[in-house]
C-alpha cells in the first residue's frame, strides 16, 4: 500500500483515518489540506527542515544558536557511539523519523549492545514508506544525534509548546505536558486562554490553569521567523526555566491521522491554512519561489 502513487495513496490513507473521501481539488478540513501537502508541496527545503541533524543550521541563520540544544555527537553508524564520552543523562535521536528516541537518565544502566541493535534497526527504516508517505522525510540521510538532557527545576517531564502557522504567523499553541506519566493535551491562544478544542479525544484536557511560560512572548516571535514563507509549519519550542530551546519543524502533525474536537474545528482550523495554487498540470510545488495564491 504505501508503494501507490501519492494521489492514490493520500485518497485510501485520508478515508482510512477519517472515514471521509479526500476531493484533493478542494480540500476543506484541515488533515485533508496536510493530504494535499504531502503529495504537492514538495520544496527541496522541507528535506533539511524535517531533518533534526540539519535543521540546526537552518534554525541558527533565522533565530541563533542559543536557541538549539546542547549537541555532544553525531553519527552515521551506531557501532561509532562512544558512551564514554558522554555524561550520565542524555538523549539519542534518529534523525529521520518521528518517534526513535532514546532518553538515558542513567548512563550506568544501559544496554549499549541492545542500543546499537535497536538504532541499527531504526536507521534502516524510511519514514515516507514507514507512515503516510511523509514527503519531506524521504530523502533524509539517516543519523544519529546524541544532545543535552533537558529537565525544568520544577517538573519530572517536559512541556511541548506546538505552534501551529500559516503563512508565517502563529494561531495557536497545542500543549502537551506528563507525556511519560500521564499525557494532557491542550491548545491555548497567543495570550495563553485555553481554547475550546482539542487534538485528540484519546488526551486527558488540560486545566486553564496550566501556568503561563515566562517566554511565551519570545516563542510567539520565534515561531514567526522560522516559519516565514511557509504555508503551513507547525515550530516546537521547549521552556527549560524560563530559556527557549527549539525542538523540531513539524510539516504534517500526527501524520494526518488525529483530527481536533468538537468537529467543526477540523474545518475552522483548515481555513486558516492557504494552500498555494498548482499550475494546470497540476505539476508539484517544488520552490519557494513558485508559490502562488
Same mark, same amino acid.
Given at each position: 500500500m504505501r508503494f501507490l502513487p501519492p494521489k492514490l495513496y493520500a485518497k485510501i490513507h485520508y478515508e482510512y483515518f477519517s472515514g471521509k473521501k479526500l476531493d484533493l481539488?478542494?480540500? $476543506?478540513e484541515f488533515n485533508a489540506k496536510?493530504?494535499?501537502y504531502k503529495v504537492f508541496f514538495r520544496p527541496k527545503l522541507l528535506n533539511t527542515l524535517a531533518d533534526k541533524y540539519e535543521v540546526r543550521s537552518y534554525v541558527k541563520k533565522k533565530i541563533g544558536a542559543q536557541y538549539l540544544n546542547e549537541l555532544y555527537a553525531?553519527?552515521?553508524n551506531p557501532e561509532e557511539m562512544d558512551f564514554d564520552g558522554l555524561p550520565n543523562k542524555f538523549i539519542i535521536k534518529a534523525n529521520h523519523t518521528n518517534g526513535h528516541n532514546l532518553i538515558v537518565t542513567n548512563k550506568e544502566d544501559l544496554d549499549k549492545e541492545k542500543v546499537i541493535k535497536t538504532f541499527k534497526k531504526w536507521l534502516g527504516k524510511n519514514q515516507y514508506y514507514r507512515r503516510g508517505q511523509e514527503w519531506a522525510y524521504k530523502d533524509i540521510k539517516p543519523k544519529i544525534i546524541i544532545e543535552k538532557f533537558l529537565k525544568e527545576d520544577d517538573k519530572n517531564t517536559l512541556v511541548d509548546y506546538k505552534f501551529y502557522c500559516f503563512n508565517g504567523e502563529p $494561531?495557536?499553541?497545542d500543549v502537551h505536558l506528563d507525556r511519560e506519566d500521564d499525557h494532557k493535551q491542550g491548545c491555548f491562544d497567543l495570550d495563553w486562554n485555553l481554547l475550546p478544542f482539542g487534538k485528540s479525544k484519546s488526551y486527558k484536557s488540560i486545566s486553564s490553569e496550566l501556568k503561563k511560560p515566562s517566554n511565551l512572548e519570545e516563542m510567539v516571535v520565534l515561531s514567526r521567523k522560522l516559519s516565514t514563507q511557509l504555508p503551513f509549519v507547525r515550530v516546537d519550542f521547549y521552556s527549560v526555566n524560563g530559556k527557549t530551546i527549539f525542538g523540531e519543524l513539524t510539516f504534517y502533525p500526527s501524520d494526518a491521522r488525529k483530527k481536533f474536537y468538537p468537529e467543526e474545528y477540523?474545518?475552522?482550523i483548515g481555513?486558516?491554512?492557504k494552500l498555494p495554487k498548482l499550475n494546470a498540470s497540476n505539476d508539484v510545488i517544488t520552490t519557494l519561489e513558485d508559490i502562488k495564491y
Open positions: 481539488k478542494n480540500p $476543506k496536510i493530504e494535499w553525531v553519527y552515521d $494561531k495557536f499553541i477540523n474545518k475552522i481555513d486558516y491554512f
